[in-house]
């Protein structure tokens, strides 16, 4: 199915104002880019477009109070200096299994401040020397790299969902 159309159906007879969260899995995106999302999403929280055949976010709209961008499995080379300026509170965000294969690439990711969280397993880049230790010295507001911190400690999972802690329920 077309990213566009299942945009659509996500929606399920609400305004692209009320959605906070919309999950497009395995739809196809006709020329890589995203496709039928707009910047009526200033809502969005949490976006997963996983597996459909992206090159580029170059085309995300402005999503102010996203916090979540899962866009693994997809062709991601580059490309990726629109997420600071559109995605501002970005916490967590997930590029594994792209065509990432240089820092370089994700240096542009020094300007997302909120940035905790960054997943680049199975890209190129994190076959090079010194990957872990690069990543983390490039973008030092990091707290995690591929699900686990500078000291190879496993995301709690109280964290796994989006980098945010939660309460402890009494």
Known sequence: MEMKKRISLELRNRSPAEVAELVVDNCVSGDGEVEGLTDEYAELEILSMVNAGLTSLSKLPPLP???????????????????????????????????????????????LKNLKSLD???????????YRESVFELLSQLTYLDGYDQEDNEVPDSEADDGEPRPLSV
């Open 65 to 111: 109070k996203l916090r979540k961008l899962e866009v693994s499995d997809n062709a991601i080379a580059g490309g990726l200096d629109a997420l600071a300026e559109k995605c501002p509170n970005l916490t967590y965000l997930n590029l594994s299994g792209n065509k990432i294969k240089e820092l370089s690439a994700i240096e542009v990711l020094q300007n």
């Open 120 to 130: 680049l397993y199975n890209c190129e880049v994190s076959t090079l020397d010194d």
